[in-house]
């Protein structure tokens, strides 16, 4: 498949519209999850590359990444060299984001790169992580740059999702799939997404004018309640960032989501697609929640690697986001896995366990971390979207009097908007 053309497309997609890249504005490429872009992504870099100078970019850089590195370090590594840490990618994130520059994260991962090596192991390193990418989720909270996550097929991925192929003819689906979700086989890649980018603001202002004071989740395995704090906002496909700039920060984007409160989160959830997380795989789990925090999980695979997940800290044995997205929104209909959760969490409602954003609460930037808590925010090192949602669940919005409105009914918008 000559995908060339596409990329292209692809490309003035992310900086267009991803981006929103305005003239003088540095670009910074990489992936903070997997420490780079990794080196098969290099054809669709250079064409991003382009196509930010050529929308004016006074300087692009790139952080690459190798995950065989990564992964030969669990295999050979001293078992008490995992506290160790490079810092100069993280320095690199501060720089850009701290000076107001745009951020750009590739996805191109193996979900399976660490399934066999050890959860203690993988748990030490994606915390010394986490400390080390603190100053870049801090400003992604508060949406202090435009940023934007994509992805990218890679070979261990793309045979992930269609083993019956080739390698070869895995990437050239995986690709395909990638254009088609992200509306860039479209006759015009940008106009289809500015009309879908009003379609969810239109969904999420009318989420907004509710200000229910709670969801209830209701699914085979779910029986759900979250508390949604004062002030909450229901935000969709197109923000503002601290340095000006609107921008989508996710491609492709289906939800539209909100802010839960730390304190407010009862009962049970089962996950509905399994998780990657940090090289492993986490599947048929679920989570039971009391006062916001867990308090019993199970999992068929990947208990202990879940485990660690919400053993990072405080924070990260509570929800940070709320997620609604329709049963049948494209993603969903392809009817496969994609085992990311980039684009996986656009098939399903979903939650995340760890870090709430700073901006799904009115004038939510500018309060200190107490603050911020006080009012029902969460704070944590981690931020792991996780998917619940199926064509069996019904979710309702409970307001202040304790009254009830359908918002979704077997896993479709119960409203018009």
Same mark, same amino acid.
């Given at each position: 498949?000559?995908?060339?053309?596409?990329?292209?497309?692809?490309?003035?997609?992310?900086?267009?519209?991803?981006?929103?890249?305005?003239?003088?504005?540095?670009?910074?490429?990489?992936?903070?999850?997997?420490?780079?872009?990794?080196?098969?992504?290099?054809?669709?870099?250079?064409?991003?590359?382009?196509?930010?100078?050529?929308?004016?970019?006074?300087?692009v850089?790139v952080?690459?990444?190798?995950?065989?590195?990564?992964?030969?370090?669990?295999?050979?590594?001293?078992?008490?060299?995992?506290?160790?840490y490079?810092?100069?990618?993280?320095?690199?994130?501060?720089?850009?984001?701290?000076?107001?520059?745009?951020?750009?994260?590739?996805?191109?991962?193996?979900?399976?790169?660490?399934?066999?090596?050890?959860?203690?192991?993988?748990?030490?390193?994606?915390?010394v992580?986490?400390?080390?990418?603190?100053?870049?989720?801090?400003?992604?909270?508060?949406?202090?740059?435009?940023?934007?996550?994509?992805?990218?097929?890679?070979?261990?991925w793309?045979?992930?999702?269609?083993?019956?192929?080739?390698?070869?003819?895995?990437? !050239?689906?995986?690709?395909?799939?990638?254009? $088609?979700?992200?509306? *860039?086989?479209?006759?015009? /890649? &940008? %106009?289809?997404?500015?009309?879908?980018?009003?379609?969810?603001?239109?969904?999420?202002?009318?989420?907004?004018?509710k200000?229910?004071?709670?969801?209830?989740?209701?699914?085979?395995?779910?029986?759900?309640?979250?508390?949604?704090?004062?002030?909450?906002?229901?935000?969709?496909?197109?923000?503002?960032?601290?340095?000006?700039?609107?921008?989508t920060?996710?491609?492709?984007?289906?939800?539209?989501?909100?802010?839960?409160?730390?304190?407010?989160?009862?009962?049970?959830?089962?996950?509905?697609?399994?998780?990657?997380?940090s090289?492993?795989?986490?599947?048929?789990?679920?989570?039971?929640?009391e006062?916001?925090?867990?308090?019993?999980?199970?999992?068929?695979?990947?208990?202990?690697?879940?485990r660690?997940?919400?053993?990072? !800290?405080?924070?990260?044995?509570?929800?940070? $986001?709320?997620?609604? *997205?329709?049963n049948?929104? /494209? &993603? %969903?209909?392809?009817?496969?896995?994609f085992?990311?959760?980039?684009?996986d969490?656009?098939?399903?409602?979903h939650?995340?366990?760890?870090?709430?954003?700073?901006?799904?609460?009115?004038?939510?930037e500018?309060?200190?971390?107490?603050?911020?808590?006080a009012?029902?925010?969460?704070?944590?090192?981690?931020?792991?979207?996780?998917?619940?949602?199926?064509?069996?669940?019904?979710?309702?919005?409970?307001?202040?009097?304790?009254?009830?409105?359908?918002?979704?009914?077997?896993?479709?918008w119960?409203?018009?908007?």
């Amino acid at each position: 498949m000559d995908i060339s053309e596409s990329l292209e497309k692809y490309a003035e997609l992310i900086v267009k519209v991803g981006l929103n890249l305005r003239p003088g504005q540095r670009l910074l490429i990489g992936n903070p999850s997997t420490r780079g872009a990794q080196l098969h992504t290099a054809p669709l870099v250079r064409q991003i590359a382009a196509a930010a100078y050529k929308s004016g970019a006074s300087y692009v850089d790139v952080l690459w990444g190798d995950e065989t590195m990564f992964r030969d370090r669990f295999l050979y590594a001293p078992r008490d060299s995992f506290t160790e840490y490079s810092t100069w990618q993280a320095n690199a994130y501060e720089d850009f984001s701290g000076k107001g520059d745009a951020i750009l994260t590739l996805r191109s991962n193996n979900p399976d790169l660490l399934s066999d090596q050890d959860p203690e192991l993988i748990g030490v390193a994606q915390k010394v992580h986490l400390q080390q990418m603190h100053s870049l989720s801090q400003a992604i909270s508060l949406n202090s740059m435009n940023w934007c996550v994509v992805a990218a097929p890679s070979p261990a991925w793309a045979v992930k999702i269609f083993p019956n192929l080739t390698s070869d003819k895995a990437q !050239d689906k995986l690709w395909q799939a990638i254009f $088609e979700i992200t509306r *860039v086989d479209q006759p015009d /890649p &940008i %106009a289809a997404w500015k009309e879908h980018i009003s379609n969810l603001l239109t969904r999420s202002r009318y989420l907004q004018a509710k200000q229910y004071s709670a969801l209830h989740y209701r699914a085979p395995g779910t029986d759900l309640t979250v508390g949604l704090p004062k002030g909450h906002r229901w935000i969709s496909a197109r923000m503002t960032a601290g340095n000006g700039v609107d921008f989508t920060a996710n491609l492709p984007t289906e939800e539209v989501f909100s802010l839960p409160h730390r304190e407010q989160i009862d009962g049970s959830v089962r996950a509905s697609l399994p998780l990657p997380y940090s090289g492993a795989m986490i599947e048929d789990f679920s989570l039971t929640f009391e006062k916001g925090r867990v308090v019993n999980i199970s999992a068929r695979k990947g208990e202990e690697v879940l485990r660690k997940l919400i053993e990072t !800290d405080e924070g990260s044995a509570s929800l940070g $986001e709320v997620a609604l *997205v329709s049963n049948s929104s /494209p &993603i %969903a209909r392809r009817g496969h896995l994609f085992y990311d959760p980039l684009i996986d969490e656009n098939a399903s409602c979903h939650l995340a366990l760890g870090r709430a954003y700073r901006f799904t609460l009115s004038d939510g930037e500018g309060l200190s971390d107490e603050e911020f808590q006080a009012r029902g925010g969460n704070l944590s090192l981690a931020h792991v979207d996780f998917m619940i949602g199926s064509g069996e669940m019904d979710i309702d919005g409970i307001q202040a009097d304790g009254s009830t409105e359908a918002i979704m009914r077997q896993g479709e918008w119960a409203f018009d908007a």
